[in-house]
């Protein structure tokens, strides 16, 4: 299962603040204020951090995470440029630190500059709950939560209409009613194919997550499926065997929109409580119920500090959330 608190990379980037800095005359973190580590994940080497720019009022949130090794440039780590501190061994067996050259040591990462309240939440270290929502809850806390909060996805809409990251889209169906782009998402360097990681932004309007769906919707889904795997095949030579479709619920952004990544890489939410197979998805619409996903009810992952938790919870009379059915 996948480390809940795994650092992930944010979904959108607003280009200036109102001191007028702008991110992408961003060359260096000289002048960085570090406030506070958000969230440090050992496992996969990510760190969250909240801090400012120089004098600016304005918040923001860098992700890093060490690059994974590429094979083209072990020969020149595993040479005399690496230094090795030899920590203990134990008959065959021994543990060292290594020092290679800086050039190795390259980081990547993710500035979000302004950064809100949201982004400082959402990045933070939190322990996790399960929830079991039911349709009536969905109906009466989920959904009117969602119309109440309006969040922003601007951005999705900029990607839909070619006003941004029109270079990263990999393949586009343009019908209305069944198309999508898809390209890669941001936690994937587009370097390492074992952590292949796309996702597929459905063009049609109006359908918030798993729960809006139903039989209309069948020739989307089937579309992004097939479509989305032979985008994969041609691009990158992933055959649909290797790749794990899915649907996220609850999303990070109310928009539709569907995974794609490699079955060997430990995707972030690619878990229980978070991820649906599309094939699941497409077989239970087809074969149990049209209507299944707004009639069912749905185990869902909420991290401690999520205000819609908090909602089901003071529904709930202030019942214990965790492993109990709502």
């Given at each position: 299962m996948t480390d809940t608190n795994e650092v992930q990379p944010a979904k959108r980037v607003k280009l200036t603040d109102e001191n007028g800095l702008d991110n992408n005359s961003i060359q260096s973190f000289r002048g960085f204020q570090l406030i506070k580590v958000l969230n440090e994940n050992a496992r996969s080497k990510t760190v969250a951090v909240h801090g400012k720019f120089g004098e600016s009022e304005s918040d923001a949130v860098v992700l890093?995470?060490?690059?994974?090794?590429?094979?083209?440039?072990?020969?020149?780590?595993?040479?005399?440029?690496?230094?090795?501190?030899?920590?203990?061994?134990?008959?065959?067996?021994?543990?060292?630190?290594?020092?290679?050259?800086?050039?190795?040591?390259?980081?990547?990462?993710?500035?979000?500059?302004?950064?809100?309240a949201k982004h400082l939440d959402k990045f933070s270290s939190r322990n996790v709950h399960f929830v079991q929502e039911t349709p009536d809850v969905y109906k009466?806390?989920?959904?009117?939560?969602?119309?109440?909060?309006?969040?922003?996805?601007?951005?999705?809409y900029n990607i839909l209409e070619k006003k941004a990251e029109v270079e990263r889209v990999v393949f586009e169906d343009n019908d209305p009613e069944t198309g999508f782009v898809l390209l890669p998402d941001l936690k994937w360097d587009q370097k390492q194919i074992e952590n292949l990681y796309l996702v597929a932004i459905g063009r049609r309007r109006g359908i918030k997550s798993l729960r809006d769906l139903d039989r209309s919707h069948l020739p989307l889904l089937r579309n992004i499926l097939?479509?989305?795997?032979?985008?994969?095949?041609?691009?990158?030579?992933?055959?649909?065997?290797?790749?794990?479709?899915?649907?996220?619920?609850?999303?990070?952004?109310?928009?539709?929109?569907?995974?794609?990544?490699?079955?060997?890489?430990?995707?972030?939410?690619c878990c229980l409580g978070k991820a649906h197979?599309?094939?699941?998805?497409?077989?239970?619409?087809?074969?149990?119920?049209?209507?299944?996903?707004?009639?069912?009810?749905?185990l869902c992952l909420f991290k401690e500090n999520d205000k819609l938790l908090q909602r089901i919870q003071q529904a709930n009379h202030g019942e214990n959330s965790a492993g109990a059915k709502v």
């Open positions: 890093l995470e060490k690059t994974p090794f590429s094979e083209d440039t072990l020969p020149q780590m595993l040479s005399a440029e690496t230094s090795v501190k030899m920590e203990f061994n134990n008959d065959i067996y021994n543990q060292c630190t290594c020092q290679p050259q800086s050039r190795f040591n390259t980081l990547k990462g993710t500035i979000i500059y302004p950064a809100t009466s806390i989920t959904l009117p939560f969602i119309e109440e909060k309006s969040f922003s996805i601007q951005w999705v097939l479509k989305g795997q032979e985008a994969i095949w041609d691009k990158y030579g992933v055959g649909k065997d290797q790749i794990q479709v899915y649907v996220h619920y609850q999303p990070s952004y109310y928009h539709f929109h569907v995974h794609f990544t490699h079955i060997n890489y430990d995707a972030p939410g197979l599309l094939h699941d998805v497409i077989d239970n619409i087809e074969n149990i119920d049209s209507n299944y996903y707004s009639k069912r009810t749905l």
